[in-house]
T-cell receptor, first 114, second 115 residues
Framework: AQSVTQPDIHITVSEGASLELRCNYS??????LFWYVQSPGQGLQLLLK??????LVQGIKGFEAEFKRSQSSFNLRKPSVHWSDAAEYFC????????????FGTGTRLQVTL | DAGVIQSPRHEVTEMGQEVTLRCKPI?????LFWYRQTMMRGLELLIY????????DSGMPEDRFSAKMPNASFSTLKIQPSEPRDSAVYFC?????????????FGSGTQLSVL
């Protein structure tokens, strides 16, 4: 069964500082990997996704993530955080070419201090 | 495009009452998903439809929950009777490709409180 672990429940960074949110997955083959962001009172919005190819993927809002098969990780990064990035971030894993049963991590809440 | 539209945004009801949540997917999308979000369990997939047909309902917690998709532009999630432990945010999402994980578009959710 596929699973996702986001070890950090809550992270606080200063505006302008760099950010890395951790995500580890468990899946028997090469998975589809996603990062979603949820602002308060809103649904989830896709930031980026990895299906195959280049292991460093670029997303919206200046985010990027790197797929590392050896570490079963798909960490999300941003070089310089803006106050508007404060939100909850979810990593998700899915099985290629099968039903869209995404398994989400429990999320990491990002707080940005000015 | 208006995106995925869910109604109501908030629902407060008493235990034992029937609750119906509604969803209008993005026009042209052929897959629809119902998720439930709680602090304890995070985001859980309850059921998903492809071309209006339920494909996998293994995430539906129990028989009190039912979902329908009578046409491509409308789906309901019904809880009867409701219980306090059903309190959660229920999200509807839609996507375009069949059986694909490519991109889910989420609605803003329905915050359900069962007293």
């Amino acid at each position: 069964a596929q699973s996702v672990t986001q070890p950090d429940i809550h992270i606080t960074v200063s505006e302008g500082a760099s950010l890395e949110l951790r995500c580890n997955y468990s899946y028997g083959a090469t998975p589809y990997l996603f990062w979603y962001v949820q602002s308060p009172g809103q649904g989830l919005q896709l930031l980026l996704k990895y299906f195959s190819g280049d292991t460093l993927v670029q997303g919206i809002k200046g985010f990027e993530a790197e797929f590392k098969r050896s570490q079963s990780s798909f960490n999300l990064r941003k070089p310089s955080v803006h106050w508007s990035d404060a939100a909850e971030y979810f990593c998700a894993v899915g099985a290629p070419l099968t039903a869209s049963k995404l398994t989400f991590g429990t999320g990491t809440r990002l707080q940005v201090t000015l | 495009d208006a995106g995925v539209i869910q109604s109501p945004r908030h629902e407060v009801t008493e235990m034992g009452q029937e609750v119906t949540l509604r969803c209008k997917p993005i026009s042209g999308h052929n897959s629809l998903f119902w998720y439930r979000q709680t602090m304890m369990r995070g985001l859980e997939l309850l059921i998903y439809f492809n071309n209006n047909v339920p494909i996998d309902d293994s995430g539906m917690p129990e028989d009190r929950f039912s979902a329908k998709m009578p046409n491509a532009s409308f789906s309901t999630l019904k809880i009867q009777p409701s219980e306090p432990r059903d309190s959660a945010v229920y999200f509807c999402a839609s996507s375009l490709k069949t059986g694909s994980n490519e991109k889910l578009f989420f609605g803003s959710g329905t915050q359900l409180s069962v007293l």
